[in-house]
Nanobody, 119 residues
Framework: VQLVESGGGLVQAGGSLRLSCAAS????????MGWYRQAPGKQRELVAD????????NYADSVKGRFTISRDNAKNTIYLQMNSLKPEDTAVYYC?????????????WGQGTQVTVSS
């Protein structure tokens, strides 16, 4: 399984970016996909995720109302639309895909893409 992210970059506070994550297999082969981020000196944290069945979404409180996760199953791709960006959103953003096989959770990770928000 390969997850390839794109769309990171440098943006001023208040600006927008859209991240993309293309999976090598069908998005339906995973139970869910999502985005995590890790800022320097901090632990990796969940930003948002979306289930493959039903498309239920979940967001960190810090991004609710500003970020939107979506998916295009035909392209095996998920997106993270980030609006009203703040300097505290600066981090490496990682795409995640997970599935459960025989009661075992398996996680897959992309290589990460840097998002930098200047004040």
């Amino acid at each position: 399984v390969q997850l390839v992210e794109s769309g990171g970059g440098l943006v001023q506070a208040g600006g927008s970016l859209r991240l993309s994550c293309a999976a090598s297999g069908s998005t339906f082969s995973f139970n869910a996909m999502g985005w995590y981020r890790q800022a320097p000196g901090k632990q990796r944290e969940l930003v948002a995720d979306i289930t493959s069945i039903g498309g239920s979404t979940n967001y960190a409180d810090s991004v609710k109302g500003r970020f939107t996760i979506s998916r295009d199953n035909a392209k095996n791709t998920i997106y993270l639309q980030m609006n009203s960006l703040k300097p505290e959103d600066t981090a490496v953003y990682y795409c995640n895909a997970r599935k459960i096989i025989i009661a075992t959770l398996i996680n897959y990770w992309g290589q990460g893409t840097q998002v930098t928000v200047s004040s």
